[in-house]
């Protein structure tokens, strides 16, 4: 709708941002994507928050970053396709994973897309972004979970492998406002063919 202005975040060592350096922890991602938002937002406009599998953690670490800024108007977090942060004593940091288990993971997330992978020259140049994020989340634990003071709203896809439906009711522990749940028929992908159908979802939530 023409009341809601859409950005999007761009990470470093993708498209256009190819040849920069993929973040090497999630500290140094949500820091630098918070300092964007705040040179480039007024103070007092209304903000929401939306993320998409690892980009659900990103967004959660943004918002924690937003909510410590004085006059910064944080409205809702809206996460997809992940469960909540999992804490050091509840999962430790893992390996980084091999290449083989990287593919072999994307391959279950996105059995239709799975030739692009297949590619040697195409795969020399998803690589490297794939394999940032995985070492991103790794390494990923949070010590504690900061609870939100804005609603939280959870999607996901009813056959997603990789975030089982009833997982998405974890991300109740970081809000001390309301959560609500949104389930949609789909994989971990289920964004691209219901787009229609979570535009129109998100945005009525922010009206």
């Known amino acids: 709708p023409p009341e809601i202005e859409v950005l999007s975040v761009q990470y470093p060592g993708r498209q256009d941002r190819l040849s920069e350096p993929c973040p090497a922890t999630m500290d140094e991602l949500a820091d630098a994507i918070t300092s964007a938002l705040l040179a480039e937002l007024a103070d007092d406009l209304p903000l929401a928050l939306f993320g998409h599998s690892m980009g659900s953690l990103v967004a959660y670490e943004v918002a924690r970053r937003l909510e410590g800024i004085p006059g910064r108007s944080l409205t809702r977090l809206i996460v997809s396709g992940r469960t909540r942060p999992r804490l050091a004593q509840e999962l430790a940091p893992r390996p980084v994973p091999t290449d083989t288990d990287i593919l072999n993971h994307v391959r ?18 998803i690589m490297p972004a794939l394999r940032g994020d995985f070492g991103l989340l790794a390494a990923y634990r949070p010590a504690h979970l900061h609870r939100l003071g804005v609603p939280v709203t959870a999607c996901g896809g009813d056959s997603d492998p990789a975030c089982p439906v009833e ?41």
């Open 108 to 125: 279950r997330l996105d059995p239709e897309g799975a030739a692009l992978y297949e590619n040697p020259m195409l795969r020399g140049v």
């Open 167 to 207: 997982d998405l009711s974890a991300w109740s522990d970081v809000t001390t406002e309301d959560l609500d749940v949104r389930v949609f028929e789909g994989n971990h992908f289920y964004l691209t063919p219901r787009q229609e159908e979570l535009v129109g979802f998100i945005a009525a939530r922010l009206l």
